[in-house]
């Protein structure tokens, strides 16, 4: 039934204790990305959401650039009222969460914005890697759809922050794009 339906059989399949979802063409930043996360981690307590960094790359796997937002020192489910900060891929949920929030299949293109703020709603501790973790092809669903998938955000961010913060954010957006022009 789709992308975000693939994704709920692979949660429920799932038995180590976090999911990365990486989509076609997506990759680990390097080939020891995995070890590296786990060297941020302390051994006090384990996160509920490890993020980092996302690299930009072509159909041939060439860097193009950094993502255009980076992601925040501090993350919560209320920073995504500034757009999806934490590219989906680099956003690692533990198994035990994502289990309990699957991706909603009322959308079509976005669901993955969705949960990933319903997992950080239910998080205690995030953990930033300060590490780029993803390399990500810069011609996905969502970059074929953007039209459909931006429209499905406003839906989103309406939902979880309020319609009225939602138009003043989205106001903002446009404000800044006008001047940068």
């Known amino acids: 039934k789709g992308l975000y339906d693939a994704m709920n059989?692979?949660?429920?399949?799932?038995?180590?204790?976090?999911?990365?979802?990486l989509n076609a063409g997506d990759t680990l930043y390097t080939h020891d990305t995995l070890q590296a996360i786990v060297n941020t981690?302390?051994?006090?307590?384990?996160?509920?959401?490890?993020?980092?960094?996302?690299?930009?790359?072509?159909?041939h796997r060439r860097f193009?650039?950094?993502?255009k937002k980076s992601t925040p020192k501090q993350l919560n489910w209320k920073s995504f009222k500034e757009g999806m900060l934490v590219c989906h891929q680099a956003f690692l949920?533990?198994?035990a969460l994502a289990q309990k929030e699957t991706y909603d299949l009322g959308y079509r293109f976005s669901a993955d914005?969705?949960?990933?703020?319903?997992?950080?709603?239910?998080?205690?501790?995030?953990?930033n890697t300060h590490l780029t973790l993803v390399n990500y092809l810069d011609e996905g669903l969502?970059?074929?759809n953007q039209k459909a998938s931006l429209k499905e955000r406003?839906?989103?961010?309406?939902?979880h922050y309020g319609l009225f913060s939602t138009l003043l954010h989205h106001l903002r957006f446009v404000f800044r794009?006008?001047?940068?022009?």
């Open 9 to 21: 059989k692979g949660i429920r399949l799932a038995t180590g204790d976090y999911l990365c979802f």
């Open 93 to 95: 949920a533990s198994r």
């Open 113 to 127: 914005f969705d949960w990933c703020i319903r997992i950080m709603k239910q998080s205690h501790l995030l953990h």
């Open 64 to 67: 193009l650039h950094m993502r």
């Open 177 to 181: 794009t006008i001047i940068k022009r």
């Open 41 to 59: 981690l302390s051994s006090e307590q384990l996160p509920d959401v490890i993020y980092g960094e996302t690299a930009i790359v072509d159909k």
């Open 154 to 159: 406003f839906r989103i961010m309406a939902k």
């Open 142 to 144: 969502t970059t074929r």
